[in-house]
């Protein structure tokens, strides 16, 4: 029912900045929650980051906080993870995936549709 399409990533070195996008179509409502989720080689799938689709709520892991930034344009179904101040440790295959409820969530099997993810590869 939702479509996912990640795009954004490459390959930048340290300090550097990207912007990574979600766009989401098929069957979507204004209370679904959009996250993104990230996944290095040997390491189990990380949450990230994570906002309401309508509710202006937002939550970030303490790994990214204060270099990252979820941000949504409800128009166009899309939504953004601008990062700062890249380091080489958040080197991993970056994916958005959609909530079918109201709460955010840092647990990737409460997420019910997943992008094929963006691979984004920081440098020293």
């Known amino acids: 029912q939702v479509q996912l399409v990640e795009s954004g990533g490459g390959l930048v070195q340290a300090g550097g900045s990207l912007r990574l996008s979600c766009a989401a179509s098929?069957?979507?409502?204004?209370?679904?929650?959009m996250g993104w989720f990230r996944q290095a080689p040997g390491k189990e799938r990380e949450f990230v980051a994570a906002i309401s689709w309508s509710d202006d709520i937002t939550y970030y892991t303490n790994t990214v906080k204060g270099r990252f930034t979820i941000s949504r344009d409800n128009a166009k179904k899309t939504v953004y993870l601008q990062m700062n101040s890249l380091k080489p440790e958040d080197t991993a295959v970056y994916y958005c995936?959609?909530?079918?409820?109201?709460?955010?969530?840092?647990?990737?099997?409460?997420?019910?549709?997943w992008g094929q993810g963006t691979q984004v590869t920081v440098s020293s």
């Open positions: 098929g069957r979507t409502f204004s209370s679904h929650v």
């Open positions: 995936a959609v909530q079918l409820d109201t709460r955010i969530s840092r647990w990737s099997s409460d997420y019910d549709y």
